[in-house]
């Protein structure tokens, strides 16, 4: 869920189709214009020299940006309030050492942006300029900006929209030149290599760096040395909240955690990492979560079979890059002990995996240590990559993931950490817009076997799912890597019910459940792009599931779940997954995903049934508990 090789995240209620702007239905949106605009910002970045874009021009009209702020279509998720009773049970130590954690985290936004797109922060002053003239429109932009943290973001039906006219989101995003198109990265790669600048290619292709040109070349830049004074404040807010934090397992986390923020040495991340997971019982949590979802350029060099066979020759095993996130929050002791229950079930697990002989995973099936830590959490503050309400937003980690030296290296652990505060309905609102939904959407028969807590135990399953099945050579998946491992987390869960329910971690009734509300859940309300992993792997299941029986939709729209074939049908799933993770051979991987995400006039139906009933575009998260913490 998050994630890589191998991301691990898992959202909620997540939904995109192709790319069709919906800002062109407001009347603002200019071709001609656009295509200048663009012409001239792909001119600017020859040898580096950039158009000052201090004057921007905002995108959506009036209109769009009253609908798409208002509270029926912007969803909006509460962290801990100020006067939460979690905050106010810790110790003064905890209390002086979150405000420094929130501190910490805060920088992470400002970094993160710069990685996602570089016109995000030249963008936010504008618009904090225009406000404080007394702009209308660039106060409700100001909005959407700060919800989606940027200014470009899909929607919740995978509209593109842009906040600013001629600004549009690239494969490289913020950490490749913003004209660098794939052909001329491939030929600038080869290039290089046949030169002989091998360490230069592995750096530039590293998870940890941004790339600009310099000359006919290009040169890569650690992220320590980037943002070197940002990450330095991080470093001494956490050393801050290490003297007065009671936890001394902690500490020496934020320790480690800071010294990386110092210098440019992987290798410092590594501990760091290896110490974060295995934290099992501590008051607070922090983490910086790099997961690298968004880079759609990176991994595009396995598909030029040139370059691969050189990369391959010197031993240069692409990644992409990490983008950045901060999550500061208190350890909910109790849901916890109950996520706990399910790590002696660990070893099982790994024993019924398919063909579990021909490859290493992560939790080992003779029961030794898993190494595996879990901890449920109220959320104080979500920053940077993690706080992007980019249609959906986090539910839970995974992390590390496989790609990171603490695993590659050191043999380190996993920790899995669990949002309270996404994943839970409070309000009577939002239980009614629920009922809403599955009246419109799911077998009257089946609603007795709903329960949103099922969504809680599957997604336990999901996330324990990432660190079984093969724990390495899925590189040469490509861009497809993470829908695969998306998808196989997803059917790890679902096909292990009954080998659990045997077990007496579920009951039978929970079982159904389970099974009932991952299906109503996994509808969505139009069709993703290929760049969004979780997504595609919902249709692939969807598609999957109904051409084996064990799902129908009918032509009203309405769901029907054939709950005897739905372990059986995501076993046989599972183990053609696993088959294409071992194969590791991108052209397998492409045709499964393929011969897999076809998006049917059923699930159209069922698209639009949803969209009677929820009107939800957009979506931001609140936190008076940071806020408070951060004017201190």
């Excluded at 399953?461 to 196989?488: A, C, D, R, V, W």
């Amino acid at each position: 869920m998050n994630i890589n090789p191998i991301n691990r995240i898992r959202f909620q209620n997540v939904n995109f189709k192709e790319k069709s702007p919906s800002n062109t239905k407001n009347g603002d949106f200019c071709p001609e214009e656009n295509k200048l605009v663009k012409e001239l910002d792909k001119m600017s970045m020859i040898n580096n020299v950039n158009i000052n874009k201090s004057d921007y021009e905002l995108n959506l009209s009036m209109e769009e940006l009253e609908k798409r702020t208002h509270k029926d279509y912007l969803t909006t998720k509460k962290m801990l309030s100020a006067d939460a009773p979690e905050y106010l049970a810790l110790s003064d130590g905890d209390k002086e050492a979150l405000k420094h954690l929130v501190k910490a985290a805060s920088v992470l936004d400002k970094v993160n942006m710069q990685l996602d797109n570089p016109n995000n922060l030249p963008f936010k002053e504008y618009l904090e300029q225009e406000v404080a003239k007394g702009n209308e429109q660039a106060k409700l932009t100001k909005i959407l900006f700060d919800a989606q943290k940027g200014v470009c973001s899909l929607d919740r039906e995978s509209n593109m929209i842009e906040l600013a006219k001629g600004v549009s989101e690239r494969p490289g995003k913020g950490v490749y030149p913003e004209d660098l198109g794939k052909e001329e990265f491939h030929t600038i790669l080869i290039n290089m290599l046949k030169e002989g600048k091998v360490d230069d290619v592995a750096k530039i292709l590293n998870q940890r760096s941004v790339v600009e040109r310099v000359g006919n070349e290009l040169v890569a830049t650690d992220y320590v040395d980037k943002f070197k004074d940002d990450f330095a404040n991080m470093a001494t807010e956490l050393e801050k909240a290490a003297e007065t934090s009671t936890n001394e397992d902690f500490n020496e986390f934020l320790r480690l955690q800071a010294k990386a923020l110092r210098t440019a040495d992987p290798m410092l991340d590594a501990y760091a990492d290896k110490k974060w997971a295995t934290l099992q019982d501590t008051p607070l949590e922090f983490t910086i979560t790099r997961e690298n979802y968004s880079d759609e350029l990176t991994e595009t060099v396995v598909e030029n079979p040139e370059l691969k066979k050189l990369l391959d020759e010197n031993g240069i095993v692409p990644v992409a890059k990490d983008f950045l996130g901060g999550r500061v929050g208190i350890v909910n002791k109790k849901g916890t002990d109950a996520i706990l229950g399910v790590k002696s079930y660990l070893p099982l697990m790994a024993q019924n995996m398919p063909f579990k002989d021909d490859y290493i995973q992560n939790i080992a099936p003779d029961g030794k240590d898993s190494k595996q830590t879990m901890v449920d959490v109220d959320l104080v503050a979500v920053t940077g990559d993690v706080g992007e309400f980019r249609a959906g937003i986090t539910l839970a980690e995974n992390l590390p993931n496989d790609d990171k030296l603490s695993i590659r290296e050191l043999d380190g652990g996993r920790r899995n950490v669990y949002h309270r505060q996404i994943r839970l309905i409070t309000s009577d609102d939002a239980r009614e817009k629920m009922k809403k939904r599955l009246e419109a959407t799911l077998n009257p028969e089946l609603h007795k076997y709903y329960n949103d807590e099922a969504d809680h135990w599957f997604t336990v399953g999901h996330e324990n799912g990432h660190s079984l099945g093969p724990k390495s050579g899925t590189e040469g998946l490509g861009k497809y890597k993470s829908i695969i491992e998306e998808n196989k987390a997803d059917m790890v869960s679902l096909a292990m019910l009954d080998v659990l329910t045997e077990a007496g971690m579920y009951t039978p009734e929970q079982r159904n459940q389970i099974i009932v509300t991952y299906a109503a859940d996994n509808m969505m309300t139009s069709k993703p792009t290929l760049s969004q992993a979780h997504r595609v792997r919902s249709v692939m299941q969807n598609y999957y599931f109904i051409k084996e029986g064990a799902m129908e939709i009918t032509p009203e729209g309405i769901l029907n779940v054939n709950i005897d074939k739905m372990v059986p049908t995501a076993r046989k799933m599972l183990e053609e997954i696993i088959q294409v993770q071992m194969k590791g051979d991108f052209s397998k991987g492409e045709k499964y995903v393929m011969d897999n995400f076809v998006w049917t006039d059923e699930m159209q139906k069922m698209a639009d049934n949803i969209k009677k009933v929820s009107k939800t575009l957009n979506g931001r998260v609140e936190s008076p508990l940071a806020d408070k913490l951060l004017a201190e």
